[in-house]
Every structure is written in C-alpha cells, then in structure tokens.
C-alpha cells in the first residue's frame, strides 16, 4: 500500500503475522495455531479416557509436549514482538495463553503417585488454552450488545429465580424430608433449580401428593418465567439491530463493516479496530504498519 | 440543601438510616441489612445439614440468636421511627419482618421432642426473611410493566395447559395404569405436567407402545406452546420499551430516572418514589427531610 | 332496556339463565356449574386413588350420581330452551354436554366385575365435562389469531421436527440397538423426540460413545430449533397487537371490547358476539331479549 | 393456455406428471408417492419391533420389494423424462431418490447371517427416503429466510456454548470424578451439553455437593443463554415479516404468491420458480410447457 512495507523490521513482520489475519503468512499461522489448539483439547480428552490412555500412554505424552512447547515458543514470540510486553502479559488472552502452558511443566516437579490428584486440578487449567478459539470467532457486535443491554436485567431476573428456588427448596426440605432425597436445604435448593430450570435429572424427585403438588407449581412457574429472559434478549435484539439500521446512514453502515473486517493491531499497544486506510494508531499515536 | 436539617430529632435521623439509603449511614445500614439477611439464610441452609449441624450445633444456635435479636431490635426501631407505626405493621414488609423474627422465640416454648414436626414448618417461616432481599433489587419497572401487561394472557393460557393436563392425564392413568406408575389421576397429571413444561423427571415414565405414542403428542404439544408465553412476553416488553421512548421527551426521561434512583420515604405515610426536589409528601403533605 | 321484557315467556327467561350471563341469574348459574364441573373433575380424582376409593367408595358414588342427575338435567333444560334443539345437540358443546353426563348410565348396565376394564374408558370420556370450562375462558382473540397465524407454519415446522426425530431415531436404534433400550425403531423416535423437546426422562439414554455423540448433536439441534416456534409466534403476536392498534380508531375499539362482554345468545340459531343494542339477531333475524 | 400444448409428446407428459403438480394427473402422482413413502417407512418401523418381524416376516419382506420396485420405477422414468438426465441423477433429490432404493438390492448379494450387522447400516440408508417427503411441504420462505439470515448468529453462539461445555465438562471431571458417572472427559462434555440444553436425562447426575452446585451454575447458565437463539430467530423473524410488508407493492406481492404456487419445472435443467405466464424457462431459456 505505501513504500514504508519494504524497510519492515523483523519484529514488525512477525507481530503482522502472529496478532493480525490480514496477510497470507498471518491467516496461515492462524489456522495452524486453530489446528494446534483444537489438538491440544483432543489429546486432553482421550488422556481422560482410561483405556485408552493405558494403551497409547507414550504417544499422548509426547505429543502433549510437543504442542505445549510449540504454545511455549508462540508465547515468548508474542512478548517479543510487541513494544509494550508487560501489557501482553497483563492481558487476558496473554494470562490464557500463559495459563494453557505452565500447567504441563509443573508436572515435571510435582510427579509421582501422590501429585495425582494435583495433577487433575492442573488439568483443569490446561483447558483454558480453549479460550483461545474466543479470539478466532470474529466480532458479532449485535448479538454482543442485545446481550450487555439485557444483562442487568437478567441479572434482576436471575436474583429472582434464586430467592424463588431459596422458599421453594425449604418448603420442598420440610414436605418431602430426608427419607425422600432432600436430604438438607441446599439440596433440596439444587433440585428446585434443576426444576425451574425444566432440566429435571430425576435423581430426585417428590414423591409425597403434597410434594409432587408444589413440584406441579414450581414446573409451570419455572414455564412461565422461561418467557422472561427470552423476551427481554429478543426485545432487545429486536431494538439493536432497528437502532443500527435507523441511526447510521449507508456511509457510516460500510465503515462499520470495514471495522469489522480490519484485524489490525498497534505494535505498541495492542490496540484494535483500527479505521482501514489509517497510518497511526488511534489510541498511542504509534505508526501501523501496511503492505 | 437546606437549613432545616440542623435542628432533626433523632426520630427523623432514624427514619432517615433505616427506610432510605439517600445518606451514607443509610447506605452502610442497608449493605449490614443485606449481609445480615444473607448469614441468616446460610445459617438456616447450614443448619439443615445434618452432620454439620452435629459438629456446630452450639455456634449455629448461638448465631441464630445474635441474628434473630438484632432483626428484633430493627423491627422495634423500625415501628418507633415512622408516625403512623400500625402502617409499617400491617404493610407487605411489615408482615414479613415480624414472619422472620418471631419462629425463633416461638421455637423456645415449642421445644422438646414431640415438637420437632411443629418447628420444621417454623423454620419454613424464617425463610421469608429472604423476601427482604427483595426490597434491594430496585426497579425494574419496564419488566415488571411487561409481565404485569401479559398477565391476564399468560393465566389464560396456564389455565389452557392445566385443563390440557387434566385430560391428557387421565388419558394416559387409562393407558398406562398402576403397574407402570401411573397409580391414580393425581399423579397422572402431575407426570403430565412434568412432560408438557419439558422438565421430564423419569421418575415415572410411560412403558406402553400406546403410552409413549401419546408421551410423544404431549412433548410436541408441550415443545408447541412453550413459544406462546415467551412470544407474549416478548410482544409486550417490546411494546413497552417502544412505548416508554416514543411517549416521554428527554426531560421527561431524565425526570423518569431520577425518581427511580430517589429513596426518600415519608415519615409519616411510608410513600415512596417522591420528586428529587419536593418538599413535602405528595400523598399526606407531610414534610419531607432533607441534608 | 325495552317494554318487551314485562312479557317475556318462561323459555326465553330460561335461554336468558342458562345461555347468558348478564342477568344476575345468568351469572349465578354460570358461577355454580362452574363449581360443579370442578366438583366433579375432584370426585373423579379421589376415586381414582385406591386407598381412598376404599374408605369413602359410598360417598363418592353418591355424590357422582347427584352431579351427573344435576347436569342431565341441565342438559335437558338446554334442549328445551332453545328453540332448534338440534343444533345445540350437534353443536360442540352439546356433544359434549351428553359424553359428561352417559358415561355414568351406562356404568349401570356394564356393571360386574369384568366391565372395569370398559368403565375405565367410560370414565375417560367423563372428563371432557371440564372443556366445559373453555366456555368461560370468555375470548382471548389477539392470542387466538397469533396462533391461528403461525399455525400453518408450525405445522410445517413440526414436521420438519417429526422427520428429523424419524431420522436420527434409526440412526440410533443402529448405534445403540437393543441391548441399551433402542429395542425398535418407534421406541428409537419416541427417544429422540424426548430428546429433541429437551424432555430428557431418562428411561432410555444413550450408553455407547458414538451414541452419546449423536445424542449431543440432536440436543443442540433441538435448542437451536426451540427457537423457531418461539420466534414466530412471538412475531406473529407483536403483528396481531400492532395491527389491532392501529388499524382501529378509538370508536371501533371501543366497540370491539363491548363485543366481547356481551353475551347474549339468540334463542333461535344460537348465534353469539351481537352488538350491545341490537334487536334482532344479526344471522337469523329472530328478535333478541333485554331487560 | 396456447396451442403447442396439443403435440405435446409423452416425455413431456411424463416429465408434467411427475416433476409439477399443476395438472390433475400430476397431483394424483404426488399423492399416491406420497402415501408410497409414508408407507415405506411404516414398513421399516413394523420391521424393527421383533415380535412383530417374526409373525409377519413373509408380508413384510414381499411389501418391501413392492415398494423398492415402484421407487425403481420411478427413478428411471425420472431419468428418461428429463433432458439432461445427469444434472437430475447428480441433484440432491437424484441421489436421496438412489439411495432409498439400492439398499434393498444391495441386501440380495451380501444375505446371510454375517452381513446383519452390514445390513443395519443399509436399514439407516433406506430412511432417506423419508426426506422426499420435504419436496412436499412447499415453500415457507419467510421461515426459511429468518433462519438463513440468523445462520452465522446461531452458529457462533452454538460454538459458544460447545467452548462452555468442554469447560463445565472438564471441570465437572475433576470434581466427580469416575466414581459418580463422569468417567472421562468426553462423557463429562455430554454430561455438560445434556444439562446446558435442559434435556437432563439424569443417567448421570452430580453427587458430591461441588458438583451440584457447579450443576446449578451450568443450568442457570443454560437458561440465560436459552433467551438467545430464540430472541436472533424472533428479531429476524419479525424484520423479514416487517420487510415483505414493506418493500413490496400490492401488486409484487400477488405475483410473489404466484411464484410459490407454480410448480412448473423446466424440462431441460430442472429449473424451478417460473414466473406464472412464462413461456420459456429464465435459466436455459428451453420452452416450458402449459396446457
């Protein structure tokens, strides 16, 4: 786009390709960082299922090592390669990415018989790296906001339903009792959300008249409030994309897209959402760099 | 904001702590409120487990009581503070704090072995302290509005889906019998509702060719009007925040908000939701305090 | 209202009783076989639990009896009332009339032992005694007509359900066969549409890895298809509520609701929804009687 | 409507019969296939149920030829009355109509008591048959368009809530463990998905108290987020209802329904959709035929 892409630095051209998609080089890293991602998770699944961890132990051992030093490589090449790193660091895809690596090497110290249940806990970190796959799906900024505007009063809403299924598991504690399966208040309080909620496990369940007549009133209140948060996020889906539509003209609405479709980032500060045919960085004043 | 507030009694300033949260000895007396009536219900939760109320019972029981005087205390302080005390008394909130203090004393004379089935539906009681929390969720008008505009629709059709129970019910006592679960009408329609709302406990469920084709209408037919009161409630909350912009001005708007955020109550009449600015009660005339 | 009421004969006044409910006669008839509709629909619930069929088998059948003598000879006085008997026999609520009222006379004759089977399914069509209830549900048109509107298209969309439930329910009967409860192909749909409707009893689950995978692909198939019925009928009602208020002026919808609170019936076709001041009945042109 | 109907010759009167259903004979043909098809899949559920299998094996199996013969039929005279039969073969409808036929003769060679396993797979081919059946259900464009519109907004929330569920799945593992269901990570992320969907088959249910309350997060999460596919269909299902009503003219809007009412089908490439008085087809422009 301009001469300044010729005398790129390589520090510059390895942060185009691993924080931004808009290069060859940058949408194949991407992919293959996707690919390497989706393994990882692979892998920690099959390790869970014990047959099959018995036989292929050595193989799902390696290659788990593999990806955690190929994410190792990728997270010191990202503090590399921006100006700022502390603020990578700080971030919360770089937390994540630091969170989906760590885990395996703390292994190493804390192994032997009795780390095993350790172990499970550092597992449940390494789930994290899926986290990941967030930054790949892209900006559905409509969806978004019909969400956030909506959040209070779900907030409001839920509050409500926890108080309703707080009475509603006492009363349930004290008609259907111990000899039932509502062994004790928080119980009963966790099949009356599993009730208003039309999950309904079964694995416990009224079994008094009385018991399975207020379970009747907790089922269609839990059917009629199902109603609430649905028509609260739709209206205000409904208003979003009106409001988009009405407030910008066709100028504005193409710019938005183009917004959109921009995945670059300041080298200095991380920024993003940078306007297309923009030189600087709209928030540190830092050059951007183009081909 | 004007001078008399210098010369208050100290009934005013307690009116002014306990009913409003516009000060910050208000404010603090409402978060210790709120925090107080969440120990209180995680004691009750605590208590109803058995082996940990073995272990703690002394604590448990000595808690509860510190917690049940000072709610005492707050419903004596609460009577004394406002002019028109049997209008406390008598109010939802009224009923609810005295529900919340008095199970506990009453529990004194009660006590012994026969009287434990007595105290279960006691403890059932105190439970009600919750719907104190209630008092702090704030307005959510627009919601509210919007359920309350789609109630008579939504007890139509709950009545619709009742009489459809019904019918489907002894339908499927019919079908199915008392070897498969189906042991008498009752039952029959509470395992029907359980089906229609989608929630489907297992608890009993149909085992016949004919039984579970009909189980099937059922689902369907329940999976079809589960969109009735979501789109009314949808409908309507639509329609009301459509309203609500279309209908004010911006001046109006903002007044709008200030009143909801306003938590002056008369000294006199307990009336909320006065203007930022008035002087004195828009319901008794009554004058209001101000700092 | 008009001279014309001073003489009207015993049958008109009868019509008026038993059709209408805007004499205080009328509405105090209404108001007692609604109770007694609901009398009856609890007589048959309680005799249907065997323990207390046991204790109170006499009671129940006599007062069975009294309410089915009551509502014969309502039915009776129905037929005598109007004027071509014939159209109420054939219209849907005198069909109904008769099957709340024959189950019970035929029970004489079918006595014995052996004909419980048969009184089983006479009991059945006792309980259409509550569509009765419908009657008085009075008129909830914008619903209606929003159901009436998305009919056609739900129809399309539950079929589209059916053949997808038709589908992955013999792909599961081949995954899971018999020995995990998939023991035919109809009980294989009958699962899935358990699934599908997010019922979930549990009687039958998936045990094999691959079937729990399909399984997981019907259920979120089945959340992100709950939506389509939702979405339209909550389209379909904010159209119905839009249209409505703006398609009438403030005189039509006056109007309008003055329509639904009228209950007057002609004596002679049977005909309802007549204007508030008419004189003739506007389908047969038979004189109508006010007070 | 024009004078080549006359010599018209068979191959255009075959194509006439089966591919529209303008004509009277092509009605009747619809009709009768429709019937074929219906019939077809009975067959294949009759033969499922073994009790049933065993009596009438005899009658089945003869039926099932019937029936695999006339599709036979059908097939190839399909292929003949078209002009460029390799476009018909290689179409979505071509292949499902292949495919609800071969699996029959296929059965012939790889008989016996081995290839039963073999055949289940076969069994699951021959249900596509059933998706011919969608030919018939018409256009319901308006469905059709708010779903392909909300397409991209569903996805990106269904792979939202597949992330959580590997989460919650993999969390829920550690915290259960083996001994309480959840024995590996992939039927943790079942687990997950059952309860986030509000299927809740209770097969597996959380025992310990941190796995039910981790539950109870789960569920509520899956009731929020059940607000947001259906708000996405609700808000695009009212705007495309809105923009039809909009955009277009009485006058479009009639020949819009003519559109979806025509089932002329061009006999050269297959082309649907003609306008209602056109004489040639809009894609190859080959000649359409009208009677």
Redesign the interface.
């Known amino acids: 786009m301009s001469e300044q892409s010729s005398h790129k630095t390589w520090r510059t051209k390895l942060h185009e390709i691993i924080y931004e998609a808009d290069t060859p080089a940058g949408k194949l890293f991407d992919i293959i960082l996707l690919i390497a991602i989706l393994a990882s998770?692979l892998l920690?699944?099959l390790e869970?299922?014990?047959s099959f961890d018995e036989k292929y132990h050595t193989i799902l051992n390696i290659s788990e090592w593999v990806i955690t030093i190929l994410f190792s490589i990728e997270y010191i090449v990202r503090i590399i390669s921006v100006n700022k790193p502390l603020k990578y660091i700080l971030s919360f895809y770089g937390i994540i990415d630091l969170l989906s690596t760590i885990p395996k090497y703390i292994s190493l110290f804390l192994a032997g018989t009795h780390a095993l249940v350790a172990l499970?806990?550092l597992?449940?970190l390494r789930?994290?790296r899926?986290?990941k796959?967030?930054r790949y799906?892209?900006a559905?900024n409509?969806?978004a906001n019909?969400?956030k505007a909506s959040r209070?009063?779900?907030a409001?809403?839920?509050?409500?339903?926890l108080?309703a299924a707080?009475?509603f598991g006492?009363?349930m504690?004290?008609v259907e009792g111990?000899e039932h399966g509502f062994?004790?208040?928080?119980?009963?309080?966790?099949w009356c959300?599993?009730?208003?909620?039309?999950?309904?496990?079964?694995?416990i369940?009224p079994?008094t008249?009385l018991g399975?007549?207020i379970?009747?009133l907790i089922?269609?209140l839990?059917?009629?409030i199902?109603?609430?948060?649905?028509?609260?996020?739709?209206?205000?889906?409904?208003?979003a994309?009106g409001d988009k539509e009405g407030k910008y003209s066709d100028e504005e609405h193409e710019h938005i897209k183009d917004l959109q479709l921009n995945t670059q980032c300041c080298v200095n500060c991380l920024a993003e959402t940078h306007q297309d045919g923009a030189e600087f960085c709209h928030k540190c004043g830092c050059k951007l760099h183009h081909d």
């Not at 609430?228 to 208003?239: F, H, N």
């Open positions: 998770i920690v699944m869970s299922i014990a499970r806990a597992r449940l789930v994290f899926i986290l796959l967030a799906l892209g559905s409509q969806l019909a969400i209070a009063k779900i409001v809403f839920l509050f409500a339903v108080i707080v009475i006492t009363i504690y004290l111990e062994s004790n208040i928080p119980k009963s309080v966790y959300i599993v009730t208003l909620t039309t999950v309904g496990f079964g694995d369940a079994e008249p399975q007549f379970a009747t089922m269609i839990g059917y009629g199902i109603a609430v948060p649905t028509g609260i996020v739709s209206a205000e889906y409904t208003k994309s």
